[in-house]
């Protein structure tokens, strides 16, 4: 059963508009956040996290939510530029599993120029 | 980003051959990982390390092995290849129980 779920296998954009990639988890033992990003023929990249303690986390042009009781984050790209144009994995970890990261199968976002 | 090399990039071996890939890290992170990838599932844990000699299975460990002898060097061995362990392994490091840091990848193909 997929405790880490990224119902949306692709998304596409116009560039200079707002990007908007969603997870949703099962788990409510969660307790860290981590979105990665991911090129073609490379590793994972990581981008932003959020503990949950908090709701909002800002880096810059990305942002991420957390919404606890719906069990859900997003991540918000503004303003998209063709280079955000990858794979990006939703990740999560409970507190004291030696840092083990559930991963989703990941959105395959493209901005379009 | 931590300095995470992996050997070989690329690999093809057949069925049944003995098969080691490298992780090889140079931030003296305590913990590090070998994950999978295969197209409709992510990225999956096969096993991982919290310190020298210490090491724990992960979701899909079956017909994989580790060893950690040096906090810089983590081996994923698969004692005998068969064609599922067709995939892009990763290899990942972390300072402490939070964000991982990724290598590039080694893609294997068993035929």
């Known amino acids: 059963d997929q405790q880490v779920k990224q119902n949306s296998p692709s998304l596409s954009v116009q560039e200079g508009r707002i990007s908007i990639l969603n997870c949703d988890y099962t788990n409510s033992m969660f307790d860290y956040f981590l979105w990665y990003k991911k090129y073609p023929a490379e590793g994972p990249t990581f981008l932003i996290s959020?503990?949950?303690?908090?709701d909002k986390n800002e880096d810059g042009r990305f942002t991420v939510f957390l919404n606890k009781s719906a069990k859900h984050l997003s991540l918000h790209i503004v303003p998209s530029q063709p280079g955000d144009s990858a794979v990006y994995f939703c990740?999560?970890?409970?507190?004291?599993?030696?840092?083990?990261?559930?991963f989703g199968k990941g959105t395959k976002l493209s901005v379009k120029p | 980003d931590a300095g995470i090399t992996q050997s070989p990039r690329h690999k093809v071996t057949e069925t049944g051959t003995p098969v080691t890939l490298r992780c090889h890290q140079t931030?003296?992170?305590?913990?590090m990982y070998w994950y999978r990838q295969d197209p409709g599932h992510g990225l999956r844990l096969i096993h991982y390390?919290?310190?020298?000699?210490?090491?724990d299975k992960g979701e899909v460990s079956d017909g994989y092995s580790v060893s950690r002898s040096k906090t810089e060097d983590f081996l994923l061995t698969l004692e005998s290849a068969t064609s599922s362990q067709t995939s892009v392994y990763f290899c990942?490091?972390?300072?402490?129980?939070?964000?991982?840091?990724f290598g590039p990848g080694t893609r294997l193909t068993v035929l």
């Open positions: 390390s919290y310190g020298v000699k210490d090491t």
């Open positions: 990942a490091t972390s300072a402490k129980v939070d964000t991982q840091y």
């Open positions: 959020i503990s949950s303690i908090k």
């Open positions: 931030e003296n992170h305590r913990y």
């Open positions: 990740a999560a970890s409970a507190g004291g599993s030696q840092g083990n990261l559930i």
